[in-house]
Each structure stands twice: as C-alpha cells, then as structure tokens.
C-alpha cells in the first residue's frame, strides 16, 4: 500500500465530515498533489433518476478541500472560497470516480481541479474549487 493510500484508509476510517459519509465518498488515493475518492450514483439522484449536480458539487468540494488542506498542512486550515462545477454528461447508476489535482498552490490560496468520471471512463463533470488557506484558530 503507498502512502497516498494509507492516509486515505485513515481519513475514510476517522470520518470525511458526516455530509461525504452520508454520500458515500470513499477516499482512495490522498495526497496535496492527488486526491482521489468514488462516490456511488444511487443515493445521490434528483427526480429523474440521474445523478445529482449538487452531489458532484459535494464531492469537488469534499476533494477540493483536502487536496488543499494537505498542502496546506495541519497548522492551516482550507476554506473554500468559490466552486464552480460544469456538468458534460449524466450518469445513472454504478460509481462516480472524482480526481483532484492542483491548478495553483500558494501561501494563502489553493485552487484545484477535480475531474469526475463514470465507470467507463468518460468525464461527467468537472469543478472548480479555490480555498483560503488561513491558520488555525
């Protein structure tokens, strides 16, 4: 098991925050430079049975924000400043894969990319996420 994947056991083990866990994000990969978690589709629907735009909004943020607070490191804390989410493609059912990868990384903003796939590798959406990076209080 890599390293990356090791501290993904133990944030899946201690709690993502209870919004992810009720979506059911599980972290698989987490770095500052990588952060990588599924999602399942069902559970997470609108009326029409297609998976919901606020639920990809959750996960980017969810991603987004670790992604930034492992840069950050444990004396900063990442608040997301703004999220911006396009949705190309709808998904019905299976897992979602999302993969958070940095665009910018500061002193005091981190803006990250996530990219989410369905299971057949196609991209369904992407988001935006930019955090404030500010110190503990």
């Given at each position: ?95 979602v ?20 796939t ?7 959406a ?12």
């Open positions: 098991m890599t390293e990356e994947q090791d501290l993904a056991a133990v944030l899946n083990e201690q709690g993502r925050g209870a919004l992810a866990n009720r979506m059911g994000i599980t972290l698989l990969e987490a770095s500052a430079n990588r952060v990588v978690a599924t999602m399942p589709v069902e559970g997470n629907t609108q009326p029409y049975g297609l998976l919901h735009g606020g639920a990809n909004a959750v996960l980017v943020e969810t991603l987004g924000s670790l992604a930034a607070a492992l840069h950050g490191g444990p004396n900063k804390q990442a608040l997301g400043l703004n999220i911006n989410v396009t949705h190309h493609k709808s998904a019905t059912g299976g897992l894969t999302g993969v958070a990868t940095p665009m910018s990384l500061g002193k005091t903003i981190a803006a990250i990319e996530v990219v989410i369905n299971e057949s590798g196609d991209r369904i992407t988001g935006q996420l930019t955090c404030l990076l500010r110190d503990w209080r």
